[in-house]
């Protein structure tokens, strides 16, 4: 996927999940779109970072940085949504292009899905429509949905942790 599509991808899910947390419409849930959306898009951002340095769809393309995207909001109570935009990106490099990705690198073996379609594709803009939307999808499934099977302890350290 090209930076285009990540970033469509992740503004647009910024904004369908600011509201999916803060449905009233009101400045609510304007606060909670700048929440969301700023640090996804910085996070969808940041893995093509490897292009300065490194190799490209490996050194920032793995489940390692990930994971250290995804521990920050539970170590320094800072970049809580970030990880959400790092993984939007792995998604849309997995099924909007047909190259893979290292995501055990340092092992150089690229994963990638059956399907695809190259970046200079004229249907590369529907995958990264269709690919929001079920995002969307299931984030809202998550929030609205996932509380009634979830010890309540788990969901107030949560809700802390992720600055809500």
Known sequence: MNKEGHVLNAVLLGI???YVLEPAGDVATLR?????TIPVTLGALFPDVDTAFGRHRKTLHNFLVLGVFLAYP????NLQFVWLGVL???I???AGSKRGLALLYPWDREFRLPMGVSTSSDYASLVTLLITGFELLIAGSLVFY?????PQELIEHGTTALGA
């Open 146 to 150: 996932a509380p009634s099977y979830v």
């Open 92 to 94: 849309l490099d997995l």
């Open 74 to 77: 539970f170590v320094f109570d």
């Open 32 to 36: 909670t779109i700048a929440e969301v």
């Open 16 to 18: 369908g999940l600011g």
């Open 88 to 90: 939007t990106h792995y």
